[in-house]
């Protein structure tokens, strides 16, 4: 099994970081754009798809700042690997970026920058952001 690789992906947003903050740590508002639906239960996550479902656990949250998820499965080094969405404001200019870090498999390493990439532009669609 090839060792997962980290990156970032760093987005441009239209929208304060309260309103972007609550479509990536909630529930109803990952379901509007990051799976077909989300339950949870404390900081256990479910996420569901056409084709099956996957287990998150919340393991670290700061309000309208960050939110990391690690899925739960049974790679033998699932314990370093998570997903973490964290919004970052310009002190000047006030423009606001979400940042994304990840880990792929080095032969997937394009097709997961795209589908995130996907995942994001539906993010935008939602919030009506360009």
Not at 106 to 110: A, S
């Given at each position: 099994?090839?060792?997962k690789i980290p990156?970032?992906?760093e987005i441009d947003f239209q929208a304060s970081p309260q309103l972007l903050f609550q479509y990536l740590s909630t529930p109803s508002g990952l379901s509007e754009w990051?799976?077909?639906d989300v339950n949870s239960r404390g900081e256990d996550f479910t996420f569901f798809w056409d084709d099956g479902e996957e287990k998150a656990k919340l393991i670290q949250k700061k309000n309208n700042e960050r939110v990391r998820f690690?899925?739960?499965n049974d790679d033998e080094d699932a314990d370093q690997i998570y997903f973490e969405f964290k919004i970052q404001v310009d002190e000047i200019t006030k423009d606001v970026s979400l940042i994304i870090?990840?880990?792929s498999d080095?032969?997937?390493?394009?097709e997961s920058k795209m589908l995130w990439e996907n995942l994001?532009?539906?993010l935008k669609q939602v919030?009506?952001?360009s």
């Open positions: 099994m090839s060792k990156f970032i992906l990051f799976a077909d690690q899925w739960l870090s990840d880990f080095e032969d997937e390493l394009e994001v532009a539906s919030l009506g952001s």
